[in-house]
């Protein structure tokens, strides 16, 4: 079983607007930790945000928020007023292993399109 | 000067040839990984080490071995390159514990074509 997936290959937006990120995640161990990086056509891989199997709250950073839903094991990246520099590539990933043996885990990516 | 540091950027080399890409690291990590990136298929973990003595398979590890030859450094060779392993190929560190979410810093990427 895949342990992220990314269902949406590619995304357009139009600038200003708000977009959703979709990802799912599979793991039976309960301290986890998920990621989402931005992959810009130079790319380089560019840490967005983090968020713990034991948060309480959904992350957020700047444009950038984590729609954690914990029971659905998901972890959807929203970014609110789209700007054309958002185009890129965006991975999530997920820390996950027991005591000091821990891997992160990536999915295929989602290509977002910002729209003039 | 980037914290993660990847030689060389890019490289074109002929199937059979050995090759190694070279990482090293200025932020005192103990925890170092090799990912490879395909198109359609994401970051797919070669090898990561947790410290000097510890050297751990990946996902995909075949056909590649590593060498940790300091703290700071992270080496991956390919023993006889075949064009499967045209990639982009990412060094990346880590710590985790305290504040530490296990955070992955990347280098800027080795694009490998095998010809």
Redesign the interface.
């Known amino acids: 079983a895949q342990k992220i997936t990314q269902t949406q290959p590619g995304m357009f937006v139009q600038e200003k607007e708000a977009v959703t990120l979709d990802c799912t995640y599979d793991t039976s161990d309960p301290s986890y930790g998920l990621f989402w990086y931005k992959q810009p056509s130079s790319g380089e891989m560019i840490f967005l945000i983090y968020q713990g199997s034991y948060d309480q709250q959904n992350a957020t950073e700047g444009r950038y928020s984590l729609n954690f839903q914990k029971a659905r094991k998901s972890a959807n990246l929203v970014i609110s007023a789209s700007q054309l520099g958002d185009s890129a590539m965006y991975f999530c990933a997920m820390r996950e292993g027991a005591g000091g043996y821990q891997k992160v885990t990536f999915g295929i990516g989602t290509k977002l399109q910002v729209i003039p | 000067d980037a914290d993660v540091t990847q030689t060389p950027r890019n490289r074109i080399t002929k199937t059979g040839k050995r090759i190694m890409l070279e990482c090293s690291q200025t932020k005192g990590h103990d925890r170092m990984?090799w990912?490879r990136q395909d198109p359609?298929?994401?970051?797919?973990?070669i090898y990561?080490s947790?410290d000097v003595k510890d050297i751990?398979k990946?996902e995909i590890s075949d056909g590649y071995s590593v060498s940790r030859q300091a703290q700071a450094k992270f080496s991956l060779s390919l023993e006889s390159a075949i064009p499967n392993q045209t990639a982009?190929y990412?060094c990346?560190t880590?710590d985790?514990g305290g504040a530490n979410?296990?955070?992955?810093?990347?280098g800027?990427?080795s694009?490998l074509t095998v010809l």
């Open positions: 990984y990912y359609g298929l994401g970051l797919r973990l990561y947790f751990n990946g982009l990412f990346a880590s985790f979410t296990g955070e992955l810093f990347f800027e990427g694009r």
